[in-house]
Structure formats: structure tokens, C-alpha cells
């Protein structure tokens, strides 16, 4: 499993479980491993009193549950939408593997937890990035989230009438 370029301090229960979301569709990408197994895997390993790494103990377990499955269940329609905003003659399967995890997360995010505010979604995401990588990648992140949240979540992007 990849790890973060960087040891992150503890994170807020939402952050970590995004952060190990991140991680777990990395390993069922790669490795082809079944969503319950890493589900479970994560839960026995990485959070809780048997945490590997602590800065994910606390995550929000039912969180990151639901985006792993939803991300699956809705992964033939997060692709494509994703593939719409990536650069001309990039599609979603030549993105390195790590970010490919963090914009179907973040797009099932922004597709089906309205709950969360887009631009929850779009920081939290560009900060995951941020412990995978230190070149373009997070700025790539805030432009396809950003770009796919003004199209899905409109009314939340539209100036609000003055006082």
C-alpha cells in the first residue's frame, strides 16, 4: 500500500477517513482486492486502538465506508465525468493510480453528499493530495473538483444576494 510522502500529525475523523479512502481505493485499484476485505482490513489495521498510523486512528469509520462504496457503485458514472475535464488527450486510466483515488473521491463526494459543501470537499481533497505528492497534482485536483462542482452543485458557486 502507498504511503503518504509525508507523516501527517492526527487528523479530524472526516479528514483521516478521506485520507484512508484515498489509500484503500489505491489497493483495490492495484491490487484488485474486494471492497468488504479492504473494508475490514482497515478497520482491524488502521483505525482504532490498532492503528498502524496514528494520525488516522480517529477516522470516521462509517464515512469511509460509504465513500468506498460508493465510489464503487457509481465508478461508471464518476469516470467519465472526470475524463471530461482532465486536459485534452488525458483520460482517467493514465492519471497516476493515487490520484485517480482522490478525484473519484472527491466526485462521488461532490455527486451524492450534499451533506458536505463542495468546497469541503474540494479542500479536503486538494490537503490529501498534499500528502501524496509535491508537484502539479494538487493544483489538478482543485481544478477538476472545482470545475466539476460549479457544473453539479451550481446554486452553491452563485453569488449571494448583497445586503
Known sequence: MKTPANEPRPLAPRSAARLSAVQALYQMDLAETDLNNVIGQFNMHHFGENAED?????????????ILRGVVRRQREID??????LAE??????????LRA???????ELIERA??????????YVEVAKAF???DEPRV???????IARRTR???FKPSGGD
Not at 485536483?141 to 470545475?147: A, M, Q, R, S, T
Open 89 to 98: 488527450g488525458w483520460r482517467l486510466t493514465r492519471v497516476d493510480s493515487t
Open 54 to 66: 496514528k494520525s488516522v486512528a480517529a477516522a470516521d469509520r462509517d464515512f469511509f465506508a460509504a
Open 80 to 85: 467519465p465525468i472526470v475524463d471530461a475535464q
Open 154 to 156: 451550481e446554486a452553491e
Open 115 to 124: 451533506d458536505v459543501p463542495a468546497r469541503v470537499v474540494i479542500s479536503e
Open 133 to 135: 505528492f509535491n508537484e
Open 141 to 147: 485536483v482543485n481544478g477538476v473538483l472545482d470545475k
Open 102 to 108: 482522490i478525484l473519484r473521491a472527491g466526485v462521488y
